[in-house]
């Protein structure tokens, strides 16, 4: 059921009001740091209006919101330019883990696929061999620094599955990739005998 207009309304003014204090216009201008101002943005969207799990279903301990109200954050996000791992997260990695019955990230978490990957398209997938990856995969959005998980298409005995391992795990290298948008940094993640966890495989991980 989509949202009243009432509710899309009241969400969309508790967005902008938080970016217009945590990320004024004048702060994608000043800032140095730009990891340090999208964690900022995270932060206040996840703790602080409680968006971290919007999309996830109600009985696995989500909001149960729509994808509408997520087109919502995503538009004043947009208006804002701020950056925020917004998408990669609470809209693509957040839903994917709860379905799998995994409780999800206390940080970020990001899909390792490149991101000019076209819907259908095929998707880089690294083979799982007893407990670790080797390879790498390019230009991957979201990906930050400290507490959060890269979630992994992968191949275990001949099939599908998906995969979880921290972005600070031993063996992963992350090398920031010159993109033209500095708000959605791109990097290159090399990975060599990581240990994963795999969350599932064959049907349940291609569903």
């Known amino acids: 059921m989509t949202a009243p207009a009432a509710e899309t309304t009241a969400l969309a003014d ?4 938080m970016l217009d204090r945590v990320a004024p216009p004048t702060s994608l201008v ?3 740091d730009l990891d340090a101002l999208r964690r900022r943005v995270d932060t206040a969207l ?3 209006i409680g968006l971290a799990g919007l999309l996830v279903p109600e009985a696995l301990g989500g909001l149960g919101g729509e994808l509408s109200d997520a087109a919502t954050v995503a538009a004043e996000l947009g208006r804002s330019c701020a950056p925020s791992g917004f998408v990669t997260t609470t809209v693509i990695a957040g839903p994917l883990l709860a379905a799998l019955g995994h409780a999800g990230p206390a940080g970020v978490a990001c899909l390792a696929v490149p991101w000019d990957t076209a819907p259908g398209g095929l998707v880089p997938r690294l083979s799982v061999v007893d407990g670790v ?3 790498s995969v390019r230009s991957i959005v979201g990906v930050g620094d400290g507490d959060g998980l890269l979630v992994l298409p992968v191949i275990v005995g001949g099939e599908t599955a998906v995969a979880i391992t921290p972005f ?3 063996g992963v290298r992350l090398a920031p990739v010159t993109s033209l948008d500095t708000t959605r940094p791109l990097t290159d993640v090399t990975l060599d005998g990581v240990a994963v966890q795999v969350l ?3 049907q349940r991980a291609v569903d």
């Not at 508790?14 to 009001?17: A, K």
């Open 14 to 17: 508790t967005v902008r009001r």
């Open 168 to 170: 600070d795990a031993p």
């Open 200 to 202: 599932a495989t064959g």
């Open 133 to 135: 990856v080797s390879g």
């Open 30 to 32: 000043r800032e140095d």
């Open 46 to 48: 996840h703790d602080e």
